[in-house]
């Protein structure tokens, strides 16, 4: 049936993920690409690409959307879909640093021009496709990290080079540079160090458990519960007991404990944390195979060489599964802490509520999103290197 | 060798798993324990280097007391294999057969030559599959590494439990022959744990039956199916099975006599039940035989059935 085969040969030729991300690519398109507003709290206008641009450059745009159209919807090799999506993620965002320039009046230092949300979901749409590309492309973990190591140089050289410094997030940035440092110190403090507290304190936990069966239930369904807590509950809910030991425990004032501040933020993060390591740990060291163990002890291993030699290597890709989603989630929490003076990125965001201005809360926001985003890749790709050396299997 | 001396395992109040149990294996002699599942072997084979600890009763190495030593040092002297192997798999081949080479500390060069040397023993090209990992092998390369692993230190004994019980039946009678011509070149005593009554008559110089943590009978393949010391020892060395598994102990060149045969010859070392089978599957009353490729006689069919039959003077029970 010739006649029928021919449009169903056409219709294997569309990438259907694709089509969706080119659907949603158009409506970004066809979306204010950038808004401008006359000062920082009040509503802005939303302007379209042909209106936010210099004609130049908006034909620019509008040409490498089609282009980025046809790539996303036709059957091309995923390398040529990841060009396309980077591409045109690269291009909008010079662009969007260009449109600044072009709508700010001169000398006016109160107008001020944000990404709209054309930008977003166009920069969206083109992420997508680069990052469904980049599933497909199988890339090894060390590949992986390359490209987000080029990425993140690529975003550093955008805002080192000014071509951002146009935009509202920048002058944002611009009257409190000191202090977005600052918090961010205090953010990655906040959310690495109470990671390396719980895991400290979680593998030794994780391996008692496993060794002593009874305790596993009733110390797995006490970490549960506290996992259930709402973040800022727990917040709150620590800043009576810390309060009380910081004004009656001799020395706990000056190791920084009071009952608002870092303290409680941090023993909160550690105690969202517990669950995941705790867990992880009994179920890796679960799934060593016990013929293996039994090996190690038959042929001489002592506990401690069987635990560091054997064990705890081949339960290493399901604990690191667990520090890596701690990881990601405490970047996130730790925002909050903001709301009890523990500082952080959360300072920006709940200001900028507060002010309602939303340049304020992306100016949190983003780093945030970033870093955890980073952390996530790097702890994937290091669990991936890892089972991969444990299992890796033959290329005969 | 090995003395194992009223050696007993209880767990609380249940029955013994090992009950009483006194042996003894020979040096240089491979001694397979045969039972059922739950007949206390793998019990007992894990008191001998004290994976188990027993409840009663002593174990003698070379004459020495196990207890003098502590565990783990115990167990770097002696060989274990276990079923499926039971290799590291975040290590490579090399590292896996170093392990208690490593643990005594020996020198780098010394492990690494030892390694080869194993290797090229189990031979495996030690170039080829040195640095591959577990995964990276066949079920009998595995196998055949798991056991290298055991003999890395030159153990003067060798423990196995259920050693080939993960291979295929084809993989598994090339690593029984194996395990048998390595023995044989070290000399190492081996005290190898089954539940295949045919392996165990294939390996064992002596075959130990147990039965709910007893011994039952010790003693050689040929006297145990001569004169099995229990209903349940006959029941286990096969009724049926039985001329099969005795011809199975022999070589063609113990049967060999003066004479000519026609058709396909067969090789003086092969075992006397394969004789049987080519005679009756060829329709043949006697078979040439060659050595290296020559001539030295014939075995017949008559000579295979005199030596099924259970020794003159034996009543057949």
Redesign the interface.
Known sequence: MPVLAAPAAAWRRVDRLGVLIALVACLGAALPFALFRANRIVPGEGLAIASALPSPEAALLGLAVLAFLAAAALRVPPAVKLAAGAGLLALACVLVGRSAGFLTPPGNGFARVAPGSGFWTLGFAALLLAADALVRLRLPPLARVTVLALALALLGLLLWSGAWDGLSLLKEYGTRAERFWAEGRRHVALAFGSVAAACLVGLPLGLLCHRIKPLRAGLLSVLNILQTVPSIALFGLLIGPLAWVAANVPGARALGISGIGAAPAFVALVGYSLLPIVSNTVVGLAGVSRSVVEAARGMGMRRGQRLFRVELPLAAPVILTGIRIVLVQNIGIATVAALIGGGGFGVFVFQGVGQTAMDLVLLGAAPTVLLAFAAAVLLDAAVEALSGSNFREAAR | MIRVETLSKRYGEAPPVVDDLSMEVAAGEICAVVGTSGSGKTTLLRMI?R?VEPSAGRVLIAGEDTRNLRG??????IG?V?????????WSVADNIG??PR?LRWKRAAIDARVDELLALFGMEPATYRDR?P??LSGGQQQRV?VA?ALAARPDVL?MDEPFGALDPVIRGRAQDELAAVQARLGTTVVLVTHDMEEAVRLGHRIAVMDAGRLLQCATPAEMMARPATPFVEALVGGAERPFRLLSLDRVEAAVEPGEADGPPIDAGANLREALSACLWSGRDALPVERNGQRIGRVTLAALRRRAAPEAGTPAP
């Open positions: 280097n994976l783990h040092e115990l167990r770097r002297r274990y276990i079923q499926g192997h039971g290799l590291f798999p975040h392990t208690v643990l990992r995964a990276e798991g692993r423990l």
